[in-house]
């Protein structure tokens, strides 16, 4: 169920890194039944057809092009192919991702640089490559972000880094490209339920804790996720570039867990 009309994003073609599973699929599906032409980019050829199938019986309208976001040549293979298969590129939604829980002191150097390259590299060599079918089409990227940007998380120090440079580049490329008819926005989730994410980061022993210091009392849902994705891309937003949406249910506000455990018996 979405409250926006069926055909808002229908001529638009998009391109949707890590579109495979989880969110970023929410989001292909959502931006699919508003009527946008999907490309799926990650690196199982296999996911990326079962996903494009879902989206699109034939794979008519969603395809799935396999490639690294860390290996510039096979992004560049995968955007000529969208093009090939659908002659433009309107959407750029960069959520390809890799995370774990590890303590810094336990993070090997190449563990943090992966989670650099395929989160913050990725983002830019996504938008990059795909920066003069944005420019023809004054299109629009929008980069998954999450709170560890700009909360201090235990065992998140390489997400959090990552996350916070994916947030940067969305203030410095909306900038430099907002005259080409470009924009850039964020989007940052709270914890998602029944996502990889969050059965990475959190174990099934803390959900009922973390659960009573959530503001909402819930996690927000892929679908929920979806909903803001087809605003921010959509031309109700056309004035909005350069800014992260948090959108966390509060949770990740200063002390919120604390002070809402110590507030939620008053009346
Ligand atoms: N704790 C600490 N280090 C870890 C780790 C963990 N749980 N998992 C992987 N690493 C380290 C590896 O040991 C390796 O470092 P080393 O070479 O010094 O030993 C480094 O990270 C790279 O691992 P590798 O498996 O070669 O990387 P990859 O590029 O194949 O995979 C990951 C990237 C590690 C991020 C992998 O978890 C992944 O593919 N994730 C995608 C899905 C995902 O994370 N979804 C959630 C999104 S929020
Ligand atoms: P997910 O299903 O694991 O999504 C990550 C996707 O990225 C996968 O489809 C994966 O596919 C792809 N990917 C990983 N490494 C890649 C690489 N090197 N090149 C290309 N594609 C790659 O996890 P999710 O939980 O839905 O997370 C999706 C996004 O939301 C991420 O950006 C994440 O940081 C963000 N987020 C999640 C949460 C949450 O609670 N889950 C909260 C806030 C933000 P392959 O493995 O097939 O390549």
């Known amino acids: 169920m979405s409250i926006f009309r069926d055909d ?10 890590g579109g495979g599973s989880g969110i970023n699929l929410g989001i292909a599906t959502a931006l699919r ?10 690196r199982s050829q296999e996911r990326l057809d079962a996903a494009a199938g879902a989206l699109s019986p034939g794979q008519v309208d969603a395809r799935g092009f396999a490639a690294d976001v860390r290996d510039t040549d096979a992004l560049q293979a995968a955007i000529d192919q969208t093009v090939s298969a659908f002659g433009r590129i309107d959407v750029l939604v ?35 490559l795909c920066f003069e079918h944005l420019a023809a ?4 990227i929008l980069n998954i972000s999450a709170t560890q940007a700009f909360m201090p998380t235990p065992l998140q120090a390489h997400p959090g880094a990552a996350k916070a440079a994916i947030d940067k580049l969305t203030q410095d490329l909306a900038l430099e490209w ?35 210091a959530l503001p909402l009392r819930r996690f927000t849902t892929v679908d929920e996720v979806a909903q803001v994705a087809v605003f921010l891309v959509s031309d109700a937003a056309a004035y909005i570039t350069g800014t992260t949406l ?22």
């Not at 089409?137 to 629009?140: A, E, I, N």
């Open 8 to 17: 808002i994003l229908a001529g638009r073609v998009a391109l949707i890194t």
């Open 246 to 267: 948090v959108m966390d249910g509060a949770s990740a506000m200063p002390l919120s867990g604390v002070l809402w455990r110590a507030t939620r018996s008053a009346p």
């Open 178 to 212: 907002a005259p080409m008819g470009i924009r850039v926005v964020g989007l940052a989730p709270g914890g998602v339920e029944g996502t990889e994410g969050m059965e990475r980061l959190l174990p099934p022993e803390l959900e009922e804790e973390m659960l009573a």
């Open 33 to 42: 039944a508003h009527g946008a032409k999907i490309a799926l980019v990650s």
């Open 94 to 128: 960069n959520g390809a991702a890799g995370n774990f829980l590890a303590p810094a002191a336990g993070l090997s150097p190449n563990a943090f640089r992966s989670v650099m390259d395929i989160d913050a590299r990725g983002t830019f060599n996504a938008s990059r």
């Open 137 to 140: 089409s004054r299109g629009v």
